[in-house]
């Protein structure tokens, strides 16, 4: 096992050299983190805590490049731990495909760092499909492509079929009650005019995103 850390190791010595130039030492710690992600009996803590150190890092270099002027090797640096992190989640969610908590905290990461809307949706996309049962989720990933993306019939769509895995969801139910009632009376009176989809968005989102599913 010591020899696949320290090759994982030695593959961050440019990174690493960029962020002791840049007056910060991780290398203790993450050595660390890859001992424990190879022990035989695996735990997702491990991703996350390994997740949120690479975030909490990458966070400390913004702030050192802005107090600092430091603007040197950002691919070098920034892009090395994104694809880190990224490589992280990947393999957390291989691991345990059903634990909402892992996906939940990947597409978190991806709206607040990232800001790849493209790339949320397809991870929406993607979770949905092997976790069915979680109410939150969909209603998240509902509520993101109608205020994110602005796709009124994406969000409907995933009311929709969230109602089909959920159906005592109170929650769900409601809204996709009204995402199928507004929907319809909005092409009735305004067919093919996107305008007409607002009062669905208006109503939809003041409802009851933020209630306990």
Same mark, same amino acid.
């Given at each position: 096992m010591g020899e696949y %850390?320290?090759?994982? !190791?030695?593959?961050m010595t440019n990174e690493v050299q960029q962020l002791e130039h840049a007056g910060l030492k991780i290398v203790s710690r993450r050595k660390l983190f890859e001992y424990k992600?190879?022990?035989?009996?695996?735990d997702k803590q491990d991703y996350l805590m390994y997740v949120k150190y690479e975030t909490k890092l990458l966070e400390l270099i913004w702030l050192r490049r802005k107090t600092k002027g430091y603007n040197d090797k950002k691919v070098e640096i920034e892009g090395a731990i994104l694809q880190r992190i990224n490589k992280l989640f990947r393999l957390a969610c291989r691991n345990w495909p059903q634990a909402s908590e892992l996906w939940e905290s990947r597409i978190h990461f991806v709206k607040k760092v990232e800001k790849n809307r493209t790339q949320v949706s @397809?991870?929406?996309?993607?979770?949905?499909? %092997?976790?069915?049962?979680?109410? @939150?989720?969909? !209603? @998240?990933?509902?509520?993101?492509?109608?205020? %994110?993306i602005s796709s009124v019939e994406s969000a409907r769509h995933i009311l929709l079929k969230g109602i089909s895995f959920n159906k005592n969801s109170a929650v769900l139910w409601h809204e996709g009650k009204v995402a199928q009632t507004v929907f319809k009376h909005a092409m009735i009176e305004n067919p093919g005019e996107v305008s007409s989809m607002t009062c669905l968005k208006d109503i939809l989102v003041h409802n009851t995103w933020l209630y306990a599913v």
């Open positions: %850390v320290q090759q994982t !190791l030695e593959e992600l190879r022990r035989r009996v695996k @397809s991870l929406y996309t993607r979770a949905l499909q %092997v976790i069915t049962n979680v109410p @939150s989720l969909w !209603l @998240s990933a509902a509520k993101f492509e109608l205020e %994110v």
